[in-house]
Every structure is written in structure tokens, then in C-alpha cells.
Nanobody, 123 residues
Framework: QVQLVESGGGLVQTGGSLRLSCAAS????????MGWFRQAPGKEREWVAT????????LYTDSVKGRFTISRDNAKNTVYLQMNSLKPEDTGVYYCAGGRPVGVRVPSEYDYWGQGTQVSVSS
């Protein structure tokens, strides 16, 4: 069992940066791929990025490539999402997820979820 707690969200202006963190409890953190999803009001949950359990492979949705960086520290049981050059369309609740997904974009492929942290980007 893994519990996930996100932090680091907030309000930022267009072009600004935020760093999200997701702290995991449990000893099996390094056994799981970790992902970030986001959900804007009235929209479906959208995949943002995934990092494989070893940390050697990272995957991003096209709209954040070159702006966001996902990373993990298995010694600290933490995964991060560094978000630069933020845009108003990046606004939403950001969720951390863990699992062993075959399809990394599919929320149901992940077994564990955090409660989410709000990111708001003003224009």
C-alpha cells in the first residue's frame, strides 16, 4: 500500500514557475512508475507526465514538453514536477499517481492517487 501527498501548488502569473512535490509513504515506492495528471474545471483528468521506476525514462504530453520536468528521488520517496513558463491553460488540480501502467496516459492504469494540489496561472 502506498499513500501519496502532493504539495507545492499555488497561484502564479503567466510565465512563472512552480515545483510540485509528491511524498509517498510505504517501502515500495521504488517499485512503481509515478505519474502526474491534472484536471481543469469541467474537463476530464489529463495525463501530464510519467517517470519509470528506475528514473531513467520520462514521458510527457506534448503540451508540456520543454516546459515541465518530472523527476524522482527514491531515497526520499518523492516525485517532483518542475513547471516552467506556465500558461493559463496549465491551470487545474494536479494529482500524483503511482502504479505499473502499461498505458501511461490512462488514469485507471494507476493504483494509487494523492488528493491533489491546485495550480492557478493568471493571465
Amino acid at each position: 500500500q502506498v499513500q501519496l501527498v502532493e504539495s507545492g501548488g499555488g497561484l502564479v502569473q503567466t510565465g512563472g514557475s512552480l515545483r510540485l512535490s509528491c511524498a509517498a509513504s510505504g517501502r515500495a515506492f521504488s517499485n512503481y512508475d509515478m505519474g502526474w495528471f491534472r484536471q481543469a474545471p469541467g474537463k476530464e483528468r489529463e495525463w501530464v507526465a510519467t517517470i519509470r521506476r528506475s528514473g531513467g525514462i520520462t514521458l510527457y504530453t506534448d503540451s508540456v514538453k520543454g516546459r515541465f520536468t518530472i523527476s524522482r528521488d527514491n531515497a526520499k520517496n518523492t516525485v517532483y514536477l518542475q513547471m516552467n513558463s506556465l500558461k493559463p491553460e496549465d491551470t487545474g488540480v494536479y494529482y500524483c499517481a503511482g502504479g505499473r501502467p502499461v498505458g501511461v496516459r490512462v488514469p485507471s492504469e494507476y493504483d494509487y492517487w494523492g488528493q491533489g494540489t491546485q495550480v492557478s496561472v493568471s493571465s
